[in-house]
C-alpha cells in the first residue's frame, strides 16, 4: 500500500511561480513511477509529468516541458513538481499519482495510487 499526501497549492499570478509537493509512505514504493496529473473544472484529468523513483528518469506533457520540473528526495520521500511562468490556463486540481507500470505513463488508468489532490489557482 502505499499514501500520497499533496501540498503547496495556492493562489499565484501569472507569471508566479509554485512547487507542489507530494509526502510519499509505504513499504514498497521504491519500485514505483511517481506521477502528477491535474484537472481542471469541467475537463478531464491530463497528465503533467513522472519520474522514476529508482532511476530517476523524467517525463514530460509537451505542453510543460521547460516550465515545469519533477524531481525527488529519497531521503524526505517526496516528490515536487516545480512551476514557473504559470498561466491562467494551469488553474486545476493537481494530484500526485504511484503506478509499478513503465509504460502508458500519461494515463490515468496505469496508475494504482492517488493522493487527494492540491488546488491550484493562476490569476490574470
Known amino acids: 500500500q502505499v499514501q500520497l499526501v499533496e501540498s503547496g497549492g495556492g493562489l499565484v499570478q501569472a507569471g508566479g511561480s509554485l512547487r507542489l509537493s507530494c509526502a510519499v509512505s509505504?513499504?514498497?514504493?521504491?519500485?514505483?513511477?511517481m506521477g502528477w496529473f491535474r484537472q481542471a473544472p469541467g475537463k478531464e484529468r491530463e497528465f503533467v509529468a513522472a519520474?522514476?523513483?529508482?532511476?530517476?528518469?523524467?517525463w514530460y506533457a509537451d505542453s510543460e516541458k521547460g516550465r515545469f520540473t519533477i524531481s525527488k528526495d529519497t531521503a524526505k520521500n517526496t516528490v515536487y513538481l516545480q512551476m514557473n511562468s504559470l498561466k491562467p490556463e494551469d488553474t486545476a486540481v493537481y494530484y500526485c499519482?504511484?503506478?509499478?507500470?513503465?509504460?502508458?505513463?500519461?494515463?490515468?488508468?496505469?496508475?494504482?495510487?492517488w493522493g487527494q489532490g492540491t488546488q491550484v489557482t493562476v490569476s490574470s
Open positions: 499519482a504511484a503506478t509499478t507500470k513503465l509504460s502508458g505513463l500519461g494515463y490515468p488508468h496505469q496508475y494504482d495510487y
Open positions: 519520474i522514476n523513483w529508482s532511476g530517476g528518469g523524467t
Open positions: 509505504g513499504r514498497t514504493f521504491g519500485s514505483y513511477v
